[in-house]
């Protein structure tokens, strides 16, 4: 179990400094290291084919 939460929260870090990294280089007029905006659109992606599968499951 302890490997599993540290797993978990080891992305949640790694993306959570990528974002306040990028938040940082966009106040100083550097180039992003992500793109945000198409992170969002994958994510919704991922959840809308999920709740398609959760539905197919349950009926």
């Given amino acids: 179990m302890r ?7 080891g992305c949640v ?3 959570g400094g990528a ?3 990028d938040r940082f280089s966009a106040a100083a007029a550097q180039p992003v290291m ?3 905006d198409v992170v969002a659109k994958n994510f919704d992606s991922v ?3 999920a709740r ?3 539905k197919k499951i349950v009926g």
């Fill in 34 to 36: 992500v793109n945000w």
């Fill in 19 to 21: 974002y306040v990294a």
């Fill in 13 to 15: 870090l790694t993306i």
């Fill in 47 to 49: 959840t809308t084919r």
């Fill in 52 to 54: 398609e599968g959760w």
């Fill in 3 to 9: 490997f599993i939460l540290g797993i978990i929260i």
